[in-house]
């Protein structure tokens, strides 16, 4: 249990798609620090770095003398309890697995910076942008898998209580792996899935196309 005082004039991010919700919130001025890994959008690079979201530099945070350190549920619990005996506040947003968690989010975040309304304005905001999307999307038998990493280390994909396998179905496609719950999959049951389309971040691209199993997926062979 939590006590904010007073709305936070420095806010240190340790969790990427909170430091985006703080832009979409135009607070950025608050920020003072940020993991590695906050690289969106790309202003955010200029916020000095205090280490991973998961192993967090301790005397890098203190030495901005944060108001609030917003975390995501990576964070180190060591160094989580070094920041709580300085006197300084964390607060955990867990992630979202559906839209309206995301909203969700949106809000908590807005009400933890003190500007509630603003939360309440870009939630209403973004409603308004998906109930129109829904309106328009089509219904379709177009499957699309979405790949987080794949090799020898493991298949990772959205499942159906993810967020991003919940964007998928409001698209109006069907989320090829919407058999499982959770992120962990395998190249035997996406082979087997064998979806019309992929999605996949630039740096693993070149990696996934020409890795076997996966080169001999349709949605590679064919270019989607």
Partial sequence: EITIEAAPDTVICMSPSVTEIVYALDAEEKLVGRADSCDYP????????????????????ASLEPDIVIASTLFSADAYGELVEQ??????????????GMFNTIKDV????????????LVEELQTELDELWISAPNTEISVYYCRAYGEYGDYTAGNNTLVGNIITASG??????????WIYSADELMEADPDYILIDEPNYDGFVSTEPYASLTAVREGR
């Fill in 42 to 61: 790309e202003d955010a690079l200029s916020i000095e770095s205090v280490g991973t979201d998961n192993n967090p530099d301790v005397d890098a945070i």
């Fill in 110 to 121: 807005a009400d933890i910076i003190g500007v509630h309304e603003d939360g309440e304005a």
């Fill in 173 to 182: 496609a069907i989320n090829a792996a919407s058999d499982v719950s959770g």
């Fill in 87 to 100: 006197g300084i506040t964390v607060v955990f947003i867990n992630d979202a697995n559906s839209i309206g």
